[in-house]
């Protein structure tokens, strides 16, 4: 015997047509599957009585209501409005005034968004002034009209919204934020029917609501003007069968392709992917790639992750997600001086690294596509800089802006960094009057007898330095001349008359002390053969002549073993594109 079959219920029916009416909307769609809509007798409702809606957004509707799909759409969209609109107050829970004040407001957004159809007794003439709920609420306590009262979905006046503590889940991640979900709605549906207007988008309704990926990256295009420029010259790949062939975790950038590359599997909020693309856009827009130079790749992202981490998270842009490289003790260090340190423990860092730069291929930061987009990656951070600071958009670290501001002035060459070593290193000579060699004659006073300007014997006597060369067969010859030139010329200018050279290949041939006008001139290169420094070094050392204060200047193509310079004040000249197998202290200047 079969079964009874139930009935359809007419009124669950047009409630739930009521509910599709409202999720085909763009605008409150999002914000009705967040809400739970109750419909049974579960809880006292009057005849009259319409829905109302608590803080948790639920919707309690009358089940004993019969009313037509249009008529149920209005008054969902009327509870959902007071979500949205964050008009569910505990302060103000069971105020009629307030109540009224936001049923009016509610009611006049229903009659710009067009949803549904209102009922008879809600079909009122809207009042002119219900654009604010603060300011007619102020109103309607001096006045209490009661043309303000018979918005409510509710019968007898009574309040259609009423706050209960907000309850949340651990599968819903938290209580749902019904003004920020609504804000988002919102703009997904402008940009929806822009897309549609310009011909991108078959239908309003039919594109893909943005994830939190897309949402971060429209924060920087629309929100943060410093990154902004730099966001809108890469394009975001977010594929997942993509960035796990690439091996890509969370994050990477590709300043060669202008891409960035992000794996949704991470499960990172809004706020986490704002830290991550900020962290990217950094990368390019500082030209880490090309401040590579010959380090090592792995260390260098490192000590790159380590100087952006800390500024993002002083300059409080979303959050910053667990896992990646942070240590406040590093926090005011240039990624050079980070690299450096990072280099004295070179396989507990190469572990920790990242690798979230993907460097271009072979030969290409030769090229004139790297030139070009560096050069726009500087401008653009550049012209967000500007922006930032005319228009007071936030704290921005003082290391930050004024590597921004290095990066848009040229490069100090080589030999102006060397002056300014042999500036802090060789103080000018003060001249004294003495009458041990007198001075010409006035001719109008011959009888007078007058001092001339002298320099002291004894200021020249500490005044020298030892130049270490490096003849092996692998330096360039032309780089060896404008070196020594560059020394000598700096050595005449400063006072300073002889220097100790020392020729190195596979070993050392002192030269003695020489008059600097010798250095670039007279000079015979002798060698030619391998690079060893240390017996070189060792000379000056422990040459009786040799002052122990005495700087020394080590000119190599780095093609040498770790020196033992004893403690002693030194700098390198090293021609660009090499780097020196150990962690100098003294200052290193890359001729080219």
């Not at 920087?220 to 993509?242: H, I, K, M, N, R």
């Not at 100087?307 to 409080?316: G, H, S």
Request: net charge negative; glycine share 8%.
């Amino acid at each position: 015997m079969k079964g009874k079959q139930k009935k359809p219920n007419p009124a669950q029916e047009a409630i739930q047509a009521g509910c599709r009416l409202v999720k085909h909307n763009p605008v409150l769609g999002p914000l009705l599957e967040r809400a739970e809509t109750r419909f049974d007798d579960s809880y006292p409702m009057a005849r009259e009585d319409w829905a109302w809606v608590d803080a948790n957004g639920t919707i309690y509707a009358n089940s004993h209501r019969r009313a037509a799909p249009q008529e149920w759409a209005y008054v969902l969209a009327h509870c959902l409005l007071h979500l949205a609109l964050g008009h569910i107050r505990e302060d103000r829970d069971g105020d009629p005034l307030w109540n009224a004040a936001c049923d009016c407001v509610t009611a006049r957004y229903l009659a710009d968004l067009h949803i549904g159809s209102a009922p008879g007794e809600l079909s009122a003439p809207l009042p002119s002034n219900a654009r604010e709920e603060e300011k007619l609420y102020l109103w309607l306590k001096e006045h209490r009209d009661p043309a303000y009262f018979c918005f409510s979905t509710m019968s007898g006046g009574r309040a259609d919204m009423a706050w209960r503590p907000r309850i949340s889940f651990y599968w819903q991640g938290g209580p749902t934020d019904w003004r920020q979900l609504f804000a988002e709605s919102l703009r997904d549906a402008l940009r929806a029917a822009v897309d549609y207007a310009g011909g991108v988008r078959v239908e309003p309704g039919g594109c893909k609501k943005m994830g939190p990926i897309q949402r971060a990256q429209e924060w920087f295009l629309s929100s943060y003007p410093l990154l902004g420029g730099v966001a809108s010259g890469f394009q975001l790949v977010d594929d997942p069968l993509t960035v796990q062939r690439m091996d890509i975790s969370v994050a990477a950038i590709s300043v060669h392709m202008r891409e960035i590359y992000v794996n949704p599997a991470a499960h990172l909020t809004e706020a986490e992917w704002r830290f991550v693309l900020a962290h990217e856009y950094l990368h390019a827009a500082l030209c880490h790639e090309q401040r590579l130079g010959s380090r090592d790749p792995e260390l260098w992202n490192a000590a790159c992750d380590y100087v952006i981490n800390q500024w993002l998270r002083d300059m409080e842009v979303g959050s910053m997600p667990e896992g990646l490289l942070f240590d406040p003790e590093l926090s005011g260090l240039s990624a050079e001086s980070i690299y450096d340190l990072l280099a004295a423990n070179l396989r507990k860092y190469r572990r920790m690294a990242q690798h979230d730069i993907l460097f271009g291929p072979t030969g290409w930061r030769g090229s004139k596509d790297f030139v070009d987009l560096d050069a726009w990656c500087r401008s653009a951070i550049q012209r967000g800089l500007d922006y930032h600071q005319a228009h007071g958009r936030g704290y921005l670290p003082a290391n930050l802006v004024e590597e921004i501001r290095a990066l848009s002035q040229p490069p100090i060459p080589w030999d102006v960094k060397l002056a300014r070593w042999f500036d802090e290193r060789f103080e000018p000579l003060e001249k004294r009057r003495t009458y041990a060699r007198l001075s010409r004659r006035q001719s109008s006073t011959p009888d007078i007898p007058r001092p001339s300007w002298r320099y002291e014997e004894e200021a020249h006597a500490g005044r020298t330095f030892g130049v270490l060369l490096d003849t092996s067969g692998s330096m360039d010859r032309n780089l060896l001349a404008a070196a020594l030139g560059a020394v000598a010329s700096y050595s005449a200018v400063r006072d300073v008359n002889r220097v100790r050279v020392v020729f190195c290949d596979a070993s050392p041939y002192d030269q003695g002390y020489m008059e600097v006008s010798d250095i670039a001139s007279s000079v015979k290169v002798r060698g030619r053969g391998g690079t060893v420094l240390q017996p070189g070094v060792e000379l000056l050392e422990y040459a009786p002549d040799f002052p122990k204060e005495a700087p020394v200047l080590i000119i190599t193509d780095c093609e040498c073993d770790r020196l033992n310079l004893y403690g002693r004040d030194h700098a390198f000249l090293v021609p660009r594109g090499r780097s020196l197998p150990f962690l100098p202290k003294g200052p290193v200047f890359y001729l080219e």
